[in-house]
């Protein structure tokens, strides 16, 4: 009987651990004060630790673009993001404007020069500020 109770006393103690076990590999971007981390097998992106929103990949004719959008707690304004993935031999730059619920400016694009990218292994991305507002207006 004391077997069992240790042994559910460890599975809920790993429990956590066994959620935070998957990895995925990445490439991070460092940009000044913000840090992306772009996954390469699911489609997400996070900036300095928290998922973003409205994620996608845009092609340029100069160059791929991750755009993704970070919304307020309460909805409605966000920064919308746009890393530009220039040539090898150039350096990324990461773009944001924060803009009103209606998508007007509400500052001028600011851009932030980036770092080589590298290689990385992140864990899973988490839920974004929509994901959680939607679940909270759910239920």
């Not at 990895?23 to 991070?28: G, N, P």
């Not at 000044?32 to 390469?40: E, P, S």
């Not at 996608?56 to 919308?80: C, D, H, L, W």
């Not at 990385?120 to 239920?139: H, N, Y």
Request: glycine share 6%; hydrophobic share 40%; net charge neutral.
């Amino acid at each position: 009987m004391r077997h069992k109770k240790v042994l559910a006393a460890l599975a809920l103690l790993c429990s956590p651990l066994a959620a935070h076990a998957t990895s995925h590999t990445a490439t991070l971007y460092t940009c000044g004060k913000f840090k992306v981390i772009a996954y390469k097998d699911i489609p997400a992106v996070t900036l300095n630790g928290t998922k973003m929103d409205d994620y996608q990949v845009k092609q340029t004719q100069q160059t791929p673009v991750i755009a993704f959008s970070e919304y307020a707690p309460a909805g409605g304004s966000r920064t919308n993001y746009e890393l530009h993935i220039l040539s090898e031999a150039a350096v990324p730059a990461l773009a944001h404007q924060w803009v009103d619920a209606d998508s007007r400016p509400k500052h001028k694009i600011q851009v932030e020069m980036c770092e080589p990218p590298t290689t990385t292994t992140a864990g899973d991305p988490g839920q974004s500020m929509l994901e959680i507002l939607r679940e909270e207006a759910a239920g």
